[in-house]
C-alpha cells in the first residue's frame, strides 16, 4: 500500500504540473487576450475537459495525501499534548473538524466544476 | 575555556511537577577541553542527585545519548569545544521519549521499532556444507556502513517523524537494521521483510531531511538505508 500511495502522489503531481503548465504557456502563446472565441472553444474541448477532469482528481488526491499526513502529524493526542495536555483530549474533535472541512471544500470544489464547466 | 557553565534539565517525577534546568559550574582542566561525560560526572560531584546513563564511555555501548546545545550525541565522544556556545552548554535528555529522570530516558518505544524489523539472520535452509553460509566480498562490502550501530537511539530522537509517530514510523536506526537484513544475501526473509514495511507510515513516514544521518555519532547514513528500502520496495512495487 504504502509503495502505491508513493507512486499515485508523484504521478498526480506530474498530472497537476504538466496541466499549470499547458495552461500557463497556452496562456502566452495563443492570442486568448485578442479573441474570447479561441479561449472559450479550447476550453470547451473534450481533449481539455479530460485533462481538466484528470487535473481536478489528481488535486484532490494529491491534497488529501498530503493533508492526511498534516492530521496524522499535528493533531494527533500526542502531537496536541507538546502544546496542552488539556487539548490532546480533545484531539479525536479536532481530527473530525479538519475531515470535515475537507470534505467540504471536495464537495464544493466538485459541485462547482461540475455544474458550471462539465455539464 | 578555564570553566564551563553547565546547565542541566533535571526532572524527578516522583518529586517533581515540572522539569528544570539547573546550573553548575565546572573547572575545566589544563587543556581547556574535556568529553561532556566528563562535565557532567564533575556536575553530579557538586551534587550527587544528578543522574545520567553510560557505561563504556568509548562510544561503544551507545548508552549515554543526549542532547547537547540541541545537538543529539555521545556525550562520552563529544568535546565540550565542538558543543559548547561561548562557555555555555545545555544538556538535555535525547527528544520524543519519556524522561525516566533527569538525563536518563525511556528506550522502550525505540527498542519496540527494533524488535519489529527481527534484526537478526533468519534462514531456516538447513547447513549441508560443512562450514558457515559462505558470501563473496563483494556481497559482505554492502554491509559496511550497516551493522556498525550502537542503537544509541540519536538518530531516531533526531527525527522529527519519529517524534509525531513513534509507534508507526519505525525510525531511522531500526530501518537501518532491517536493511542491514534485507542486504544480506544469506539471510533469505528478504520479500516477507519489504512486505512488512509496506505500508503508509513504517519506512514512507521519512521525508528524507537527513537529521539523523547528521547526528549519528557513528558517522553512519540511516537516510541512505531508507532510501535503499524504498528502492527495493519499488522493484517488488
Ligand atoms: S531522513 Fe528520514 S529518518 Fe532521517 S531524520 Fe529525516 S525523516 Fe527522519
Ligand atoms: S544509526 Fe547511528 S545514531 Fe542511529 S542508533 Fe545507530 S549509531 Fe546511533
Ligand atoms: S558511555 Fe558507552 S557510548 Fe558513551
Redesign the pocket.
Known sequence: MGTLFWYLQRLSAVVILSYVLYVAISFFVKPYNISAAIWSSDIDGISFKIFSTLFLFSMFFHGIVGLKAVEDDYLSKRTIGFVSSTLSEFSLIFRIIFRVFVAMVVLVTTYVFVLNYLV | MKELHLSLYRFDPEKDQRPYMSDYVIEMNDSGNMMVIDAIRKAQEQDSTVTFRRSCAQGVC?SDGVNMNGQNGLACITAVSDVAIGNKLEVRPLPGLPVIKDLIVDMKPFYDQYEKVKPFLDNDEEVTTGHERLQSPKERDRLDGLYE????????TSCPSFWWNPEKFVG??AL?QAYRFIADTRDKQKAQRLKKLDDAFSVYRCHGIMN?TS????G?N?SKAINEIKKELRKIG
Not at chain 2, 547526528?215 to 557513528?218: G, H, T, W, Y
Open positions: 551507545g550501530c550502537v542503537l544509541c537511539a540519536c538518530c531516531s531511522p536506526a537501518l539523523c547526528v549519528c555519532p557513528k553512519l540511516p
